[in-house]
């Protein structure tokens, strides 16, 4: 086994870890974080997205021992405890959310994209979502409430 | 439990001789969008891994006429660059539309052609710009232009301790036209089921050195240069870019896959030539 420290949600932690575990592993299974969720495994429904030093990507298909020394934020990072982001105030308001299932990984790929682009077109917002996959909404109100954010981050 | 070794190769002269030392056990990582998906499904296990992300080798700068590309810079790190949007806008333009945000942001250049799949997407605009790459050994380095890279799917003329290191993009002529189109089954996320790149430099009015390249539909992503022989030195005419489109789908050997058939593919890569010539004629 290998020693892996790394920074999430502004605590240092230490876990150890093998070649083969990834960063989807070492967040649910051994640091009991789970907004980010095991989907397809594989890269493609974006429910397991975390941010990686401020940018936007699969813990499923990132192999822990790479992010040695890093820094990640998953959903529980993006406010205070106790407090509600204007993303997730957003998503509630305008139901982007409905199972859920999916919400983790939409809320962050929306919060990496206002991040650089306060201001996002609503095809600049599908663009930055097209890799988060829904089953429940049709995308229409996760689009309407990134933009509803944007609307509010700026206000 | 055993669980194999990690290293952090610090330059791809380490990364190369710890491939060495290691025989067939070590691979190399980098972004790993394509070799964690591979442990994911448990058809790879790994015993020794080789990390590059740590090894110097990202970052985007230019040497003459050229673009140096570093075989571990995220694809959208080159998406964003500047001076790839002013040297090379046709990479840019395909890179676009690769994957989705969160794997361009992982998964690596250098890793998309050193997979080589016939379908890789960065290949097919780097054919035709006249790209090589630096591939650095346990023993030393060599140059090898891309169009002489792929020998087979998944295969390459890649030693067992060489990485890529470099890739060198000539920069696009102002003057030159050029167009991409990716067919596949959605527009994000999605493998291409052919891919076309053409390049097309002008003088009075004349097309000399076009170049034309397909994905998806061969063994490995495809330079149709008998199609681009037919268009040297002619105006781009409509029964020029009929011959030059036949000529290329010709070219192909596409399979049946879950993405589409080898029929489809062959009609759809004369089509998209045909397409995009005609667009870069007008």
Same mark, same amino acid.
């Given at each position: 086994?290998?020693?892996?420290?790394?920074?999430?949600?502004?605590?240092?932690?230490?876990?150890?870890?093998?070649?083969?575990?990834?960063?989807?592993?070492?967040?649910?299974?051994?640091?009991?974080?789970?907004?980010?969720?095991?989907?397809?495994?594989?890269?493609?429904?974006?429910?397991?997205?975390?941010?990686?030093?401020?940018?936007?990507?699969?813990?499923?298909?990132?192999?822990?021992?790479?992010?040695?020394?890093?820094?990640?934020?998953?959903?529980?990072?993006?406010?205070?405890?106790?407090?509600?982001?204007?993303?997730?105030?957003?998503?509630?308001?305008?139901?982007?959310?409905?199972?859920?299932?999916?919400?983790?990984?939409?809320?962050?790929?929306?919060?990496?994209?206002?991040?650089?682009?306060?201001?996002?077109?609503?095809?600049?917002?599908?663009?930055?979502?097209?890799?988060?996959?829904?089953?429940?909404?049709?995308?229409?109100?996760?689009?309407?409430?990134?933009?509803?954010?944007?609307?509010?981050?700026?206000? | 439990?055993?669980?194999?070794?990690?290293?952090?190769? %610090? @330059? =791809?002269?380490?990364?190369?001789?710890?491939?060495?030392?290691?025989? !067939? *056990?070590?691979?190399? /990582?980098? &972004?790993?969008?394509?070799?964690?998906?591979?442990?994911?499904?448990?058809?790879?296990?790994?015993?020794?891994?080789?990390?590059?992300?740590?090894?110097?080798?990202?970052?985007?700068?230019?040497?003459?006429?050229?673009?140096?590309?570093?075989?571990?810079?995220?694809?959208?790190?080159?998406?964003?660059?500047?001076?790839?949007?002013?040297?090379?806008?046709?990479?840019?333009?395909?890179?676009?539309?690769?994957?989705?945000?969160?794997?361009?942001?992982?998964?690596?250049?250098?890793?998309?052609?050193?997979? %080589? @799949? =016939?379908?890789?997407?960065?290949?097919?605009?780097?054919?035709?710009? !006249? *790209?090589?790459?630096? /591939?650095? &050994?346990?023993?030393?380095?060599?140059?090898?232009?891309?169009?002489?890279?792929?020998?087979?799917?998944?295969?390459?003329?890649?030693?067992?301790?060489?990485?890529?290191?470099?890739?060198?993009?000539?920069?696009?002529?102002?003057?030159?036209?050029?167009?991409?189109?990716?067919?596949?089954?959605?527009?994000?996320?999605?493998?291409?089921?052919?891919?076309?790149?053409?390049?097309?430099?002008?003088?009075?009015?004349?097309?000399?050195?076009?170049?034309?390249?397909?994905?998806?539909?061969?063994?490995?992503?495809?330079?149709?240069?008998?199609?681009?022989?037919?268009?040297?030195?002619?105006?781009?005419?409509?029964?020029?870019?009929?011959?030059?489109?036949?000529?290329?789908?010709?070219?192909?050997?596409?399979?049946?896959?879950?993405?589409?058939?080898?029929?489809?593919?062959?009609?759809?890569?004369?089509?998209?030539?045909?397409?995009?010539?005609?667009?870069?004629?007008?």
């Amino acid at each position: 086994m290998h020693t892996l420290e790394l920074t999430v949600n502004g605590q240092t932690c230490r876990v150890e870890v093998g070649l083969k575990t990834t960063l989807l592993e070492v967040l649910r299974d051994k640091l009991y974080i789970t907004s980010p969720k095991v989907g397809c495994n594989t890269g493609d429904c974006g429910t397991c997205s975390v941010l990686l030093d401020g940018v936007l990507v699969r813990s499923c298909i990132t192999n822990a021992l790479s992010v040695q020394g890093k820094s990640v934020t998953t959903l529980e990072g993006i406010t205070e405890p106790g407090d509600i982001h204007p993303l997730q105030k957003a998503f509630h308001e305008h139901y982007g959310s409905q199972c859920g299932f999916c919400t983790p990984g939409m809320i962050l790929a929306s919060k990496a994209l206002l991040d650089v682009n306060p201001s996002p077109t609503r095809d600049e917002v599908k663009q930055a979502l097209s890799g988060n996959l829904c089953r429940c909404t049709g995308y229409v109100k996760i689009i309407d409430s990134v933009l509803a954010a944007a609307d509010e981050m700026k206000s | 439990m055993a669980e194999g070794e990690f290293y952090r190769a %610090a @330059s =791809p002269r380490e990364a190369a001789g710890l491939l060495a030392q290691h025989g !067939g *056990a070590a691979r190399v /990582l980098a &972004g790993g969008t394509d070799l964690m998906v591979a442990v994911n499904k448990r058809k790879f296990k790994p015993q020794v891994l080789i990390y590059l992300g740590d090894a110097g080798m990202s970052g985007i700068s230019q040497e003459g006429d050229a673009l140096l590309i570093g075989a571990a810079t995220p694809l959208n790190e080159i998406l964003a660059s500047p001076l790839v949007a002013d040297k090379a806008p046709l990479l840019a333009t395909a890179i676009k539309q690769m994957a989705s945000p969160a794997i361009r942001n992982a998964g690596t250049i250098g890793g998309n052609l050193a997979n %080589a @799949s =016939p379908a890789a997407d960065t290949a097919t605009p780097l054919l035709v710009l !006249g *790209a090589s790459l630096k /591939l650095v &050994g346990a023993k030393g380095e060599r140059e090898v232009p891309l169009a002489e890279f792929f020998t087979g799917p998944g295969q390459s003329v890649l030693a067992a301790d060489e990485i890529i290191a470099q890739v060198k993009v000539p920069a696009q002529s102002a003057e030159a036209k050029w167009a991409y189109r990716k067919v596949g089954k959605r527009k994000a996320q999605s493998l291409s089921v052919v891919s076309v790149a053409v390049y097309c430099p002008l003088s009075g009015g004349k097309v000399s050195g076009v170049a034309i390249a397909l994905g998806a539909v061969a063994p490995t992503p495809l330079l149709a240069t008998e199609a681009a022989g037919l268009l040297n030195g002619k105006a781009l005419d409509e029964a020029t870019i009929a011959a030059a489109a036949k000529a290329a789908a010709e070219a192909t050997s596409p399979i049946d896959d879950a993405r589409g058939t080898a029929w489809y593919r062959k009609r759809a890569s004369e089509a998209v030539v045909k397409q995009l010539l005609t667009e870069l004629a007008g």
